[in-house]
């Protein structure tokens, strides 16, 4: 009776418990189980620059193979393979969060309005933000929406009121508050007195805001009689 070949009584057979191994940014180690036949010989290799074979680069029969994932200093997540016992064995790693921020929170214009800009730094082009104006004087003109670094343009209107006023944009998630401020109005002088000195007193006279309202008044002498206000010697009241 010829015995059958070797291969036949015997066939080798690699296999291991998981395919896929899951790690945080930070990385860390791990480890592949490999069940073999007795005698039956395999290899690990690594196919990915941030996973490093540490121990059971080759081996024979049953064996352990040790592994370590580099940290991730990207916001991209990565994904990479080890050929273990020619099986594909598959490493997933997350990326870090995204940190999205304006360069400045505020800005002050005057009553006139203009326009400027917020820079918007991110640690990773795959980071994403949007930047929408709260208040109709103040108007996005580019950049409301970007991936990465980026900038918003933006203009403030004119204000035709002597009140100040206040608005914001919401940028990157953050609020950036515009501070405008309003119509300069001035002062005005006004000088009262009585024609003839002699005739009666006058009060009322003083530094005033333009447009505002404020009373002045004439009181005549015994014998005089009030006719009215004049202004460079034309009747006014």
Known sequence: IRRPPRSTLF??????RSTNAVFGTAGGSGSVSVTASNGCMW?????AGFILITSGSSGSGNGTVGYTV?????TTPVTGTMTV???IFTVTQAGLPCSVFPDTTSASFGSGGGSDNVTVTANGTNCTWTASSNDSFITITSGSAGTGNGTVNYTVAANTSTTSRMGT???AGQTFTVTQAGVSVGNALITVQAN?????TVSGGGTYTVGSSHQISATANSGWTFTGWSDGGAQTH
């Open 11 to 16: 066939p080798y057979t690699t296999l291991f």
């Open 43 to 47: 290899t690990a290799t690594s196919n």
């Open 70 to 74: 580099a940290a991730n200093t990207s």
């Open 85 to 87: 016992a020619n099986q």
């Open 169 to 171: 944009m919401t940028v």
């Open 196 to 200: 003839p000195a002699t005739g009666g």
